[in-house]
């Protein structure tokens, strides 16, 4: 039997997976009305403040829209891997 269990991001108030610039506006929004994001994602308390509580102060608030910026501005958050590309040398035709 497989089964997939949700993670919840610390920053990722979108849900994607992932946790990135497109985080902030939905962070914004989740701000204004907590209880509204926890009800339209179907959350609970403990997972909101897995995914809102980025400072570690055990509440989800503006402060911790700082620490989102800070974090995202320091080169953290998470993303898929960026593939090099690939280097193909092409010689001339004489």
């Given at each position: ?14 849900r ?36 809102g ?5 055990g ?21 898929d ?12 035709r004489r």
């Amino acid at each position: 039997m497989l089964s997939v269990a949700a993670t919840y991001l610390p920053g990722d108030f979108n849900r994607d997976g992932h946790v990135d610039a497109a985080d902030i506006l939905p962070m914004m929004a989740a701000l204004v009305n907590l209880h509204g994001y926890e009800q339209t994602n179907g959350l609970t308390n403990s997972q909101l403040l897995a995914i809102g509580d980025i400072n570690g102060d055990g509440v989800v608030n503006n402060a911790d829209l700082q620490a989102l910026l800070n974090l995202l501005q320091s080169g953290g958050g998470s993303a898929d891997p960026v593939p090099e590309p690939n280097v193909v040398s092409v010689a001339g035709r004489r």
